[in-house]
């Protein structure tokens, strides 16, 4: 049997590291265009986690439930106001990438 291990986590055990400090402490957190208040399982949880940190950041289009609990709130852009290069996976052996362009400028302070 092949195991190949990631650097990656579950991210909805993200509440109970907070809460019991282990495997470490998580003192701040920065959510990027995500809702875990709404998406999490255990919404009490996840919001009580998220209240005892010292500090939470969100950058979102929206003020979420989640926003509502952030120290700080960063206005972020839509797709239609930003450049960016997507990585859509492979199809075969063929790499497929896209270079979306800017449509419209920034609105606000985004």
């Known amino acids: 049997m092949f195991c190949e291990f990631r650097a ?3 991210a909805n055990l993200i509440p109970e590291a907070i809460l019991t ?5 998580v003192k ?3 959510i990027v265009g995500a809702n875990p208040v709404l998406t999490f399982p255990n919404a009490q949880k996840t919001e009580r986690a998220l209240r005892e940190l010292d500090f939470l950041v969100v950058m979102d289009l929206f003020i979420t439930e989640t926003a509502e609990l952030a120290d700080l709130v960063l206005p972020a852009v839509t797709f239609l106001e930003r450049t960016e290069l ?3 996976g492979r199809f075969g052996a063929v790499p497929r990438l896209a270079l979306l362009g800017k449509v419209i400028p920034e609105r606000g302070e985004c």
Do not use: K, L, S, T
């Open 8 to 10: 990656e986590a579950q």
């Open 21 to 25: 400090g282990r495997p470490y402490p």
């Open 28 to 30: 701040a957190m920065i």
């Open 86 to 88: 997507c990585d859509y």
